[in-house]
């Protein structure tokens, strides 16, 4: 902690809750009327999601009047408002700085939001399983389209008409198939990498289904895997 922190005025810590709520109010208002609608069409959208935020509620939170901003009302209002909630707590575009935390200098909102996602890393911050869900994002996406590019080239290599176009698209269809395997191969890894790390891998979707092998099987080799 530095000496400028221990001098800290405590009453700078409602300045930044001000500051934080603020910043969501004025989001709110803004995509209100940019959507046409009044603090009631607002409220009636939160109670369809199942979460009410009364009318006064929202006009009192606009104005400045209202004392706290519980995060389960960021998220409907977010939901009603077909927005993020982290694009009204950090509007980048519409609030050039803000504080990301008590006594803190103002810093570009563009760069605190990307702080507060882990887009960018803070050293000596911990990730959680963050950039191995974004890598689990891209296998599958990877998988996926070689395994469609697979099938296409063995389709043109089935209705070919000559020798020399069905041995490309034979050949074109066997690096797919390469690809494919070697993107499955990585995906079921970082899949057991997350579950030793304790935590759950995401949903796999259709096509791709062998990827976890079943839970009585021995570890194979490598061009045995899948």
Not at 22 to 34: D, Q, S
Not at 126 to 141: C, N
Not at 169 to 178: G, H, L, T, V
Request: glycine share 6%; aromatic share 6%.
């Amino acid at each position: 902690m530095t000496q400028h922190d221990l001098d800290a005025d405590e009453d700078d810590v409602p300045e930044w809750v001000d500051r934080v709520q603020a910043n969501v109010a004025g989001e709110v208002r803004r995509r209100r009327k940019e959507m046409g609608w009044s603090a009631q069409d607002l409220a009636d959208r939160c109670e369809e999601l199942g979460h009410p935020v009364p009318r006064n509620v929202i006009a009192n939170m606009e104005s400045g009047r209202r004392a706290s901003l519980p995060l389960v009302d960021v998220m409907v209002l977010a939901a009603a408002l077909e927005t993020y909630p982290i694009c009204l707590i950090f509007p980048v575009g519409y609030v050039e700085e803000t504080q990301e935390l008590p006594f803190e200098e103002l810093v570009p909102t563009w760069e605190a939001l990307r702080h507060f996602t882990g887009d960018q890393e803070v050293f000596g911050y911990d990730a959680g399983l963050l950039s191995e869900f974004e890598r689990h994002t891209s296998l599958v996406h990877t998988a996926l389209a070689t395994l469609e590019e697979e099938g296409r080239a063995g389709f043109e290599a089935r209705i070919a008409t000559s020798r020399a176009r069905q041995e490309e698209a034979e050949r074109r269809r066997s690096e797919y198939a390469d690809q494919a395997i070697s993107a499955k191969y990585n995906l079921r890894h970082l899949r057991r990498e997350i579950c030793e790390e304790g935590g759950v891998p995401p949903d796999l979707p259709l096509g791709l289904e062998d990827v976890d092998p079943p839970e009585s099987a021995s570890d194979p080799a490598p061009e045995e895997r899948l």
